[in-house]
């Protein structure tokens, strides 16, 4: 299984950004995905969270700029990045919750990293 992000770029501030994070290889289910970001010389912190559901939650810095939805379908999440600000510069990332079928020994969740995508706001 790995994870594959992408839609990283280089936009002036106020602009938008769409990323889009696909779960590839096979998966029994496909349970939450997540965005995080680091900064140069910061930790990695989390962005926005989507179950399978749709249930969402957001960090509150980027509450009403950002949108995390999530294709059941295509085993793919989003970050739909409005309004970007010199702040939001970082390397984002995804994560992704999944179960695994394994023959003879059953079903195990695990838990996977995509390689991150470069976001650069500025003017």
């Known amino acids: 299984v790995q994870l594959q992000a992408y839609g990283g770029g280089l936009v002036q501030p106020g602009g938008s950004l769409r990323l889009s994070c696909a779960v590839n290889g096979s998966i029994f289910s496909l349970n939450a995905m997540d965005w995080y970001r680091q900064a140069s010389g910061k930790q990695r912190e989390l962005v926005a969270s989507i179950t399978s559901a749709g249930t969402t939650e957001y960090a509150d810095f980027v509450k009403g700029r950002f949108t995390v939805s999530i294709d059941n379908a295509k085993n793919t999440e989003y970050l739909q990045m409005n309004s970007l600000e010199p702040e939001d510069t970082a390397v984002y990332y995804c994560?992704?919750?999944?179960?695994?079928?394994?023959?003879?020994?059953?079903?195990?969740?695990?838990?996977?990293w995509g390689q991150g995508t470069l976001v650069t706001v500025s003017s």
């Open positions: 994560s992704a919750a999944v179960t695994l079928e394994i023959p003879v020994l059953g079903r195990y969740d695990y838990h996977y």
